[in-house]
């Protein structure tokens, strides 16, 4: 661990201290051994409160790599299947052309239903059903696995809507039976941090001056709320204290260790793992306009990786920077959570690059 862990950590250190970073985690296993976990800066530099392995960040749609694990393990014990219907078991959901809608287009963001419906704000997100009856009221953009596009908040919401008619338990209370107790990581993951738990996970900041102005275009699909991460939305109680299963507060060292045990077998089984790094979608994301390469529930191909490396690396990077995946190729379990946010993931590049040319040394 300590060749790896120190090269890591000093490149951490260095980033915090030229004031690139604020506050940074790493955490990486590899088949089943934890080989870092490193951190660096405070959790607030306000009150110098200081940045622990164990401290939460907010870390956006990060979390997402959550909510498609919980998804799996619904598949898994029994719940539901890939392509069950959506109002099989949320009938009001299957209206104005959502019929056809199933659990297999949620996690591939082909249910056309990318944005939030515009009289949903960040103000009516901890209202769950008042989310979740606007959604199944919506008319989607496309028929569902017609066209692909990024489903930024509404993934979450479909998600755990299916979950909450089906186990009768919401995403939150799942998340802490099914994944963080078990594998012995409470604390560590959250949608939703109980009340206990506040102030406890980090002060998020980000500068203006590094941010493109957002353009003023009403007709723009995602709401300019759901495009670009805020260090107030990540900052404010209410946002922290909710159930929004598309963002989460994490720890690098939970997401990790999340990923670790899905690789390993005790979250899902072989056959069902064979799913999340085989394309179930590949096209042009309707709302970028990039092209999109998708297995059930996350993007498949590492951020940075060379094309000779034919990477089948599966996991959600977050608005600002944070960045987790699963590499079965591998046997690696990689996360990067910080405080800092900026419109761009080069810290996570600098610290995959040092991670691979460490596993390149290895083989």
Same mark, same amino acid.
């Given at each position: 661990?300590?060749?790896?862990?120190?090269?890591?950590?000093?490149?951490?250190?260095?980033?915090?201290?030229?004031?690139?970073?604020?506050?940074?985690?790493?955490?990486?296993?590899?088949?089943?051994?934890?080989?870092?976990?490193?951190?660096?800066?405070?959790?607030?530099?306000?009150?110098?409160?200081?940045?622990?392995?164990?401290?939460?960040?907010?870390?956006?749609?990060?979390?997402?790599?959550?909510?498609?694990?919980?998804?799996?393990?619904?598949?898994?014990?029994?719940?539901?299947?890939?392509?069950?219907?959506?109002?099989?078991?949320?009938?009001?959901?299957?209206?104005?052309?959502?019929?056809?809608?199933?659990?297999?287009?949620?996690?591939?963001?082909?249910?056309?239903? @990318? $944005?939030? *419906?515009?009289?949903?704000?960040?103000?009516?997100? +901890?209202?769950? #059903? =008042?989310?979740? !009856?606007?959604?199944?009221?919506?008319?989607?953009?496309?028929?569902?696995?017609?066209?692909?596009?990024?489903?930024?908040?509404?993934?979450?919401?479909?998600?755990?809507?299916?979950?909450?008619?089906?186990?009768?338990?919401?995403?939150?209370?799942?998340?802490?039976?099914?994944?963080?107790?078990?594998?012995?990581?409470?604390?560590?993951?959250?949608?939703?941090?109980?009340?206990?738990?506040?102030?406890?996970?980090?002060?998020?900041?980000?500068?203006?001056?590094?941010? @493109? $102005?957002? *353009?003023?275009?009403?007709?723009?699909?995602?709401? +300019?709320?759901? #495009? =670009?991460?805020? !260090?107030?939305?990540?900052?404010?109680?209410?946002?922290?204290?909710?159930?929004?299963?598309?963002?989460?507060?994490?720890?690098?060292?939970?997401?990790?260790?999340?990923?670790?045990?899905?690789?390993?077998?005790?979250?899902?089984?072989?056959?069902?793992?064979?799913?999340?790094?085989?394309?179930?979608?590949?096209?042009?994301?309707?709302?970028?306009?990039?092209?999109?390469?998708?297995?059930?529930?996350?993007?498949?191909?590492?951020?940075?990786?060379?094309?000779?490396?034919?990477?089948?690396?599966?996991?959600?990077?977050?608005?600002?920077?944070?960045?987790?995946?699963?590499?079965? !190729?591998?046997?690696?379990?990689?996360?990067?959570?910080?405080?800092?946010?900026?419109?761009?993931?080069?810290?996570?590049?600098?610290?995959?690059?040092?991670?691979?040319?460490?596993?390149?040394?290895?083989?």
């Amino acid at each position: 661990m300590s060749d790896l862990q120190d090269r890591i950590q000093r490149h951490l250190d260095t980033l915090v201290g030229t004031g690139v970073e604020t506050g940074v985690q790493v955490a990486v296993h590899q088949d089943g051994t934890l080989i870092v976990d490193a951190v660096a800066g405070p959790a607030d530099p306000v009150t110098g409160r200081p940045l622990t392995s164990r401290t939460p960040i907010f870390s956006f749609s990060t979390g997402k790599n959550m909510a498609a694990t919980l998804a799996h393990m619904l598949v898994a014990r029994g719940f539901l299947g890939y392509d069950s219907l959506v109002e099989d078991h949320w009938p009001e959901f299957g209206v104005r052309g959502k019929a056809t809608t199933t659990l297999r287009h949620v996690l591939t963001h082909t249910t056309g239903l @990318p $944005a939030m *419906p515009r009289e949903i704000t960040p103000a009516e997100l +901890p209202d769950w #059903s =008042r989310v979740c !009856a606007a959604l199944a009221a919506a008319e989607p953009r496309w028929r569902p696995g017609a066209a692909m596009g990024y489903h930024a908040y509404t993934f979450g919401h479909l998600i755990g809507e299916l979950a909450r008619r089906t186990t009768g338990r919401p995403m939150r209370e799942l998340l802490r039976e099914w994944i963080t107790a078990p594998l012995g990581i409470e604390g560590q993951l959250f949608f939703g941090a109980p009340p206990e738990s506040l102030p406890g996970p980090a002060r998020l900041e980000q500068r203006a001056e590094q941010w @493109p $102005a957002v *353009p003023d275009d009403s007709d723009a699909i995602p709401a +300019p709320w759901e #495009s =670009r991460p805020r !260090a107030d939305f990540g900052n404010d109680e209410a946002i922290l204290r909710a159930d929004i299963p598309s963002v989460g507060s994490a720890t690098a060292h939970g997401l990790a260790a999340m990923f670790d045990a899905l690789l390993r077998g005790e979250l899902v089984g072989s056959t069902q793992l064979e799913e999340l790094c085989v394309p179930a979608y590949e096209g042009v994301d309707q709302v970028f306009g990039t092209p999109a390469r998708m297995a059930l529930g996350f993007p498949i191909g590492r951020i940075g990786a060379p094309a000779a490396e034919r990477s089948v690396a599966f996991g959600w990077p977050g608005g600002g920077g944070s960045y987790a995946y699963a590499d079965p !190729a591998r046997g690696v379990a990689f996360a990067l959570t910080k405080t800092r946010l900026v419109p761009n993931f080069d810290t996570a590049l600098s610290v995959t690059t040092i991670l691979s040319d460490h596993l390149a040394r290895m083989t």
